[in-house]
């Protein structure tokens, strides 16, 4: 299961490029229960990391708090717009999901 | 020729576990530079034990990281935090929320490049105090902010 797309927007500013993510995933702490009274079992990201020609500009490590389709923004210097950024997530059951955007 | 032979079995044996070695090596390098997830410092359940998971011991207070969080969280699930470092040499950024049962939310490794500060979104239990832990040269620093929950956002 590879999850849904990851919406990415890359915009380059006065020398830095501005990056939001919002991904797709439950983020299941493994506390709550369903209708039926039993423990939903915990499913949520990991790791993160995000790199732009092959460096990475930031890396996480992610607990049951984040919340449901987590988001980020961040800020790097160095990219220009055509060039593209890519965003990969692991979640504690080895799903990965890796997407793309260009710059703008 | 028969001992040529099996010097060579054995220089070959030697060579291909030498590789192996080297490729294991090599591989457990390649995990480790995508950083192991911190399975005790996300498990514990206190800021302290987290803190003590993390290695920052006990850090000093800053007032140069700033938080950016609403005082009142009306919706526990999804509390927006933003998070700037103005220590120099900042490495990493981790989010904590004292109230949680596992305090330890997310942690950001920033290589240089990148600005020192983030927003992301996280979930509170509770009403708690949220502690931003700055790792800057080595040394660790922390800033807290006292966030209060109309609804909670974990269990349900």
């Known amino acids: ?104 | 020729m028969n001992r040529i032979r099996r010097d060579m079995i054995k220089a070959g044996g030697g060579a291909s576990l030498l590789a192996l070695v080297a490729a294991a090596g090599f591989v457990r390098l390649g995990t480790a530079a995508a950083a192991e997830w911190n399975k005790a410092a996300f498990e514990v359940k206190t800021v302290a034990e987290a803190f003590k998971a993390l290695g920052a011991g006990t850090p000093a207070n800053s007032a140069d990281i700033l938080m950016k969080a609403p005082d009142i969280a009306e919706n526990g699930a999804v509390v927006p935090i933003g998070i700037e470092s103005r220590i120099p040499g900042t490495e990493s950024i981790a989010v904590l929320i004292e109230k949680n049962p596992n305090p330890l939310a997310a942690s950001f490794d920033i290589p240089a490049g990148t600005e020192t500060m983030f927003t992301t979104r996280v979930k509170m239990a509770e009403t708690s105090n949220v502690y931003a832990l700055v790792k800057a040269n080595g040394k660790y620093f922390v800033s807290k902010k006292e966030i209060k929950v109309t609804l909670g956002g974990c269990g349900g």
Do not use: C, Y
């Open chain 1, 1 to 104: 299961m590879m999850g849904e797309p990851m919406r990415i927007r890359a915009t380059f500013k006065d020398g830095v490029v501005n990056v939001k993510v919002l991904m797709s995933h439950e983020m299941e702490t493994g506390l709550r229960k369903d209708a039926a009274g039993k423990v939903v079992p915990a499913h949520f990201i990991q790791s993160v990391s995000a790199t732009w020609q092959g460096k990475v500009v930031l890396s996480a490590q992610w607990g049951t708090a984040v919340s449901k389709n987590p988001f980020v923004e961040f800020n790097f210097k160095g990219g220009k717009a055509g060039e593209k950024i890519s965003v990969t997530w692991t979640d504690n059951k080895g799903d990965k999901r890796t997407d793309e955007a260009t710059i703008n």
